[in-house]
């Protein structure tokens, strides 16, 4: 919210104590919310709060909000994106520029070049229901390029040596509380976890080589979903190879009980590991 209001109009973000009594104490315990969540608790299904800032100002022109206001919409589902699912990676569109410090903010913009990414990926492979970004160093050649995050999540990799490479933070990625919570269990169960960059053309090289086993999609909505075919595509977003994964490794199914653990947690099944806080709400 603070990125889309002007300097004079800082004093109008809601704090963190506010923002949770907006949402805790107002929204969610207003009564004609109460139906809805009764509901997504007998069926012990996952929700999702999208809060989003609007201009009540019917105005023109290139301008700040003159009456910035939070609305939220809330939502039940059973699983988001799911398994199996498709990827592939467009290197051709960027979601956001490090140099703008966007691509680590929820924005609306970022949000339509995901779309627009997705597009694109159903055009090379219409089964697609994910588009895997690069950086964007688009003067660099394309195998030098860093692999970034999925169009709404970010990513991990699973290799054949029962290794994990995490994608360090930076500008260009979402900032994930999740991937935080799936790498702690990870390293829980005797994975080890690298966090360094992918370029492109190793990543091409691992999926060639059989060193890939999966490809993972890590957010808030899904928890962690497996991709079961990635394509990869060259500098004209021709198809160069396609990885399937490899679900017979011992990996793949460790990153499967990882995701099932996450959630057990939510659901207070099993304890929260050392290194990660479980905060519920009476409503």
């Not at 169960?189 to 999926?207: D, N, Q, S």
């Not at 957010?219 to 060259?234: E, H, Y």
């Amino acid at each position: 919210m603070s990125f889309n209001l002007g300097r004079p109009q800082q004093e109008l973000v809601p704090s963190a104590e506010e923002l949770e009594n907006l949402f805790i104490r107002l929204y969610l315990q207003d009564e004609s919310m109460r139906g809805f969540l009764l509901e997504m608790a007998g069926l012990g299904a996952q929700g999702y709060l999208r809060p989003f800032t609007v201009d009540e100002d019917q105005s023109i022109g290139v301008t700040f909000p003159a009456q910035p206001a939070i609305r939220a919409v809330v939502c039940r589902y059973d699983r988001y994106l799911g398994e199996p699912f498709c990827g592939v990676v467009i290197p051709h569109i960027v979601r956001a520029l490090g140099v703008n410090k966007t691509g680590c903010l929820k924005l609306g913009v970022n949000y339509l070049m995901s779309v627009k990414a997705v597009d694109e990926a159903k055009r090379i492979a219409p089964e697609a229901a994910s588009a895997l970004f690069l950086d964007d160093n688009t003067s660099a050649r394309l195998e030098d390029r860093h692999i970034t995050e999925w169009d709404s999540s970010c990513c991990l990799f699973a290799l054949r040596d029962g290794s994990v490479i995490k994608i360090p933070e930076s500008n260009l990625i979402l900032p994930s509380i999740t991937i935080f919570g799936i790498v702690t269990l990870l390293k829980g169960m005797g994975v080890k976890v690298e966090e360094r960059h992918l370029p492109y053309g190793e990543l091409v090289e691992k999926a060639k080589s059989g060193d890939l086993v999966a490809v993972c999609s890590v957010g808030t909505a899904g928890i962690l979903n497996r991709c079961q075919k990635l394509v990869l595509v060259d500098e004209a977003a021709r198809p160069v190879f396609t990885h399937t994964a490899n679900e017979t490794h011992p990996l793949y199914q460790e990153l499967g009980k990882a995701r099932e653990q996450y959630w057990d947690i939510y659901r207070e099944k099993v304890p929260a590991p050392a290194g990660m806080k479980l905060f519920k709400y009476g409503l």
